[in-house]
């Protein structure tokens, strides 16, 4: 028993976190329709976000109220990273260029062609309030950098003007 708490423990050293808060984004859950309908463990409203975190060999863990955890294997490599817009919309990257995209709360991904061979450490997602337009960069080994401005539909590689592994990033979109 002591061991498989070692082997968890070490997995989830692995994982990064991700913290998302709802909002009222078209597409996304709320309280008026949350899709799907995900309630707290108490029986009391719907959690105001989802967590995820990714980790080694594809794996996947994820909850919607904050209490109980979910583990799933996504992919057939390494995760390094996770973003999230709202409670439907996700995205990892990993090993050699790999994206993935979740419209759906992650129940289901769907691979994006980065147009990266470098593994990949760092994704960033954000909606533009004013449009929807979903704005996002990703990047990691020797300076690799992708921008989208479709949600990852298609990417743009782009110099980051350094050869620096790549290893956080953050959307922050201009108003007005």
Request: proline fraction near 3%.
């Amino acid at each position: 028993m002591k061991r498989a708490h070692t082997d968890s423990a070490t997995t989830l050293s692995r994982m990064f976190l991700c913290a998302v808060i709802a909002t009222s984004l078209a597409g996304c859950g709320n309280d008026e329709s949350p899709t799907p309908d995900r309630r707290s463990s108490d029986g009391g409203r719907p959690p105001s976000g989802w967590l995820a975190a990714v980790g080694s060999d594809g794996t996947l863990a994820y909850t919607f109220d904050d209490v109980s955890w979910g583990v799933t294997k996504i992919a057939d490599r390494d995760l390094s990273t996770v973003a999230c817009v709202g409670n439907e919309l996700g995205w990892v990257a990993g090993s050699a260029g790999l994206v993935l995209h979740t419209d759906d709360g992650g129940q289901s991904w769907h691979q994006q062609a980065s147009g990266l061979s470098a593994d990949l450490y760092a994704i960033a997602f954000a909606s533009d309030p004013s449009s929807g337009q979903l704005y996002g960069v990703v990047g990691g080994g020797a300076g690799a950098l992708a921008v989208t401005s479709d949600g990852g539909a298609s990417y743009r590689v782009t110099s980051s003007g350094t050869t620096a592994t790549l290893r956080a990033a953050a959307m922050a979109l201009k108003s007005g």
